[in-house]
């Protein structure tokens, strides 16, 4: 089939270098405009457009969907089927119609589970023993449309939402090629999705990575792996903010939440319930650090953050 990829970000890029190795043909790739990234401040392609670059594959950048250029355009390539992956902007009906197999979804939950922007992080953030990703045919409704293929995982109980995004981000793009093969061969089976029991996930902002000393520690142990990387857990030490990166629930009993004990082996904070072992931190102003170095470094015994 001729393809058009539709990605952004670096979770994308498996998708696409499976998609071109793949028995089909991609004619062409539509990404988000060139943004502001990195200390400079200087404009720089999507990793799927510097990607695209270097595959030789003409790349679209259109500022809206919602253009008439760009709906020519698509129109000129002809596609059989344009793939999906975290392209950021949304598709209106009037695109959807163009391809002769519509625009296919590779997102990362178990549709009508987590629908939205943040699928891995929610899910870890509520203590979901398994996810996986499907792909599924977009209509104007949000991730709303008939599922053509599935894959399941269980979710590591040390995995972070940046570890568990890459595994799926390889795994679907497995699911994705497989899916584009069915929908060629005319063997794909596209099931409506159940209308009840979805979820919306929201991507998580630097609010929902605050650490509240007073939750069990199993819901903070959730917490810093949902936001490990981005947006990044922490909480605040004498009025600064203050990076957690990895940590680690322990059963030791709590007393007063947010209470620091250390010794030479290991830092621990009390919790409303359980102690939570902190493994890797990051002081305001300082670089990312082992947690016992950094309790090497104080000068009191006394040591508490914030609630």
């Not at 089939?1 to 043909?25: C, E, I, N």
């Not at 996986?132 to 209509?139: K, L, Q, S």
């Not at 621990?268 to 950094?294: C, F, I, N, Y």
């Amino acid at each position: 089939m001729r393809l058009v990829f539709a990605g952004t970000p670096d979770v994308a890029l498996p998708s696409l270098d499976a998609l071109v190795a793949s028995r089909h043909d991609v004619v062409a790739v539509v990404t988000r405009p060139d943004a502001r990234r990195g200390r400079g401040g200087g404009l720089s392609p999507s990793p799927v457009a510097a990607r695209a670059a270097e595959l030789g594959i003409p790349v679209l950048k259109p500022a809206r969907p919602r253009e008439a250029k760009f709906h020519q355009q698509l129109r000129d390539l002809a596609p059989d089927c344009c793939p999906v992956v975290a392209y950021g902007a949304l598709l209106p009906p009037s695109l959807l119609e163009i391809p002769t197999h519509g625009w296919i979804n590779l997102h990362f939950s178990l549709l009508p589970a987590y629908r939205g922007a943040a699928p891995v992080q929610s899910a870890i953030l509520h203590g979901e023993q398994e996810t996986g990703a499907v792909t599924f045919r977009i209509v104007e409704a949000l991730d709303a449309g008939p599922v053509c293929g599935t894959l399941r995982t269980p979710i590591g109980p040390r995995e972070t939402s940046g570890d568990l995004l890459a595994r799926l981000a390889e795994s679907g793009a497995a699911l994705l090629t497989e899916t584009m093969d069915r929908l060629e061969d005319g063997t794909a089976r596209c099931v409506e999705q159940a209308t009840e029991g979805g979820t919306y996930a929201a991507k998580l902002g630097t609010e929902d990575a605050h650490l509240d000393w007073t939750a069990p520690v199993e819901q903070l142990d959730r917490r810093i792996r949902a936001c490990t990387p981005a947006p990044g857990a922490w909480t605040t030490l004498d009025g600064q903010k203050f990076r957690v990166h990895e940590a680690l629930p322990t059963d030791r009993p709590s007393t007063t939440p947010g209470l620091v004990e250390r010794d030479r082996r290991s830092v621990h904070v009390h919790t409303g319930s359980g102690q939570l072992e902190l493994l890797r931190v990051q002081p305001a102003g300082k670089r990312a650090m082992v947690a016992t170095d950094w309790a090497r470094g104080l000068h009191t015994d006394d040591i508490r953050f914030d609630r």
